[in-house]
């Protein structure tokens, strides 16, 4: 059974880094495209970044782009997404999903209809 669990979350002042990691099981994490999202309180669930299954092309949010990096290490079916020059708008519960879709990535950022299988989350606060 395709389990993901998001771990790496806590709190962080303004201008700080975290990175967060996506571990996997019972799946190949290679064949899957896996997308991070992001939910604040009162706000519809948004993409984050995504990293393609075969290529490893990878996407990001205007909001987040050149701020946020994706990565994976198949061997280890994690996908990390290290965050830099965190602003307190980035305060949310991050999630992780994972999707066989060739589509899932999008143009621009992930798409969420196209993901089934999602991690319980782990909260992000960005505060001073």
């Known amino acids: 059974q395709l389990q993901l669990v998001e771990s790496g979350g806590g709190l962080v002042q303004p201008g700080g880094s975290l990175r967060l990691s996506c571990a996997g099981s019972?799946?190949?994490?290679?064949?899957?495209?896996i997308g991070w999202f992001r939910q604040a309180p009162g706000k519809e669930r948004e993409g984050v970044s995504c990293?393609?299954?075969?290529?490893?092309?990878?996407n990001y949010a205007d909001s987040v782009k050149g701020r946020f990096t994706i990565s994976r290490d198949n061997s280890k079916k994690t996908v990390y997404l290290q965050m830099n020059s965190l602003k307190p708008e980035d305060t949310a519960i991050y999630y992780c999903?994972?999707?066989?879709?060739?589509?899932?990535?999008?143009?621009?950022?992930?798409?969420?209809?196209?993901?089934?299988?999602w991690g319980p989350g782990t909260q992000v606060t960005v505060s001073s």
């Open positions: 999903a994972a999707s066989r879709s060739t589509w899932a990535c999008g143009w621009t950022s992930p798409v969420i209809s196209h993901f089934s299988s």
């Open positions: 990293i393609s299954s075969s290529s490893g092309r990878t």
């Open positions: 019972g799946f190949t994490l290679d064949y899957y495209a």
